[in-house]
């Protein structure tokens, strides 16, 4: 009998466990997104710092070595004449690390700082210059088969004509996830405009000064510290969880103290009184305490148990 009593436990308890489950997923899925979020800020913040260093170090090579140079010897087909040999300007393309006779275009010095970055592996950050009228068509997204997506964001920074500009992605899924950054590439010195204006070919020949040329595009991984997060925000729902049962125990105990076991014991005594009370057994007085629902039950109960045993008194005189 007692052990139909304990349905009401799981009843009241019940509700607490599920609210306990759903608050802390919440939490958890709160803390992940916002986690996640910050991860993406420090992945953008970082990938930005680099794609202005980048421009900067070329910036500086144009100003200081290009620009001179095309200034006193001549465009950059000429080439220039350093005591027996001839310095020719090559793209990264056709650059030989072992050719002493070369010196890297502009962008042809950003190509080779990013193969020398790339060529460390995946595990760190990456650099490419790309851009829609590449002169090495290796560059050209639209003629590599490039996603939508870095075309759209290529596109996009063109139109924009905002050196401030990005565009972003996030790639991959677990520890290969990464950070995907696009930053302008604008035309900051007349040499460049000059250059790529007489290259022909079918390529671009109206650039002026402001115009967005290519793209910067910096990919960080962020696997790691995704999953860090995951693992923060797991932690946080263990812990949450832990403190609603601990919360449920200790309600089941004081419930079960304080409220079921005398409900079940004042139940229990007025189903066996209505049990006897059926047989026609009405001389065991009812005793329930308390003044509470299941009190005031008991005392209607044994006020009917009275009046049934005058009733059946009397109908035993009147025999």
Known sequence: MASRGWGLVPKTILPTIVVS????????????????????????????????????????????????????????DQGFATGNNTIRWVTSKMHNPKDKGSLPL??????LVSA???SRGAK????????????NPEKNPLKTGGSQT?????????????PLAYREAVSGEGT????????????????????????????????VKGDVMG????????????????????????????????????????QWVFVSRPLIRN?????????????GEVDQPIKIEGNDEVGRLGQSFERMRTSLATLLDEAEKNV
């Open 21 to 76: 489950a759903v608050i802390a997923s919440a939490v958890g899925a709160v803390l992940y997104l916002d986690e996640k979020a910050s991860v993406i800020a420090r992945s953008r913040k970082t990938a930005i710092a680099i794609a202005q260093q980048t421009l900067a170090e070329r910036q500086v090579y144009t100003a200081n070595v290009v620009n001179p140079l095309l200034r006193d010897f001549g465009g950059p």
């Open 267 to 279: 139940l229990h005594t007025l189903e066996r009184a209505a049990e006897r009370i059926s047989h």
């Open 150 to 162: 870095e075309i759209s964001a290529m596109q996009f920074l063109q139109s924009e004509k905002n």
């Open 124 to 135: 760190g950050h990456t650099i490419d210059l790309f851009s829609l009228d590449a002169v």
């Open 176 to 207: 290969d996830a990464r950070y995907v950054l696009w930053y302008p590439d604008i035309a900051s010195a007349d040499a460049c405009v000059s250059c790529h204006n007489v290259l022909g070919g079918g390529h671009k020949n109206d650039w």
């Open 215 to 254: 793209s910067i595009k910096v990919t960080l991984p962020m696997g790691t510290d995704l999953e860090d997060a995951r693992s923060g925000a797991l932690r946080i729902v263990l812990l949450v969880l832990g403190a609603f049962a601990i919360v449920a125990l200790l309600q089941t105990l004081l």
């Open 116 to 118: 020398s970055v790339n």
């Open 106 to 111: 502009p962008a042809a010095l950003v190509h």
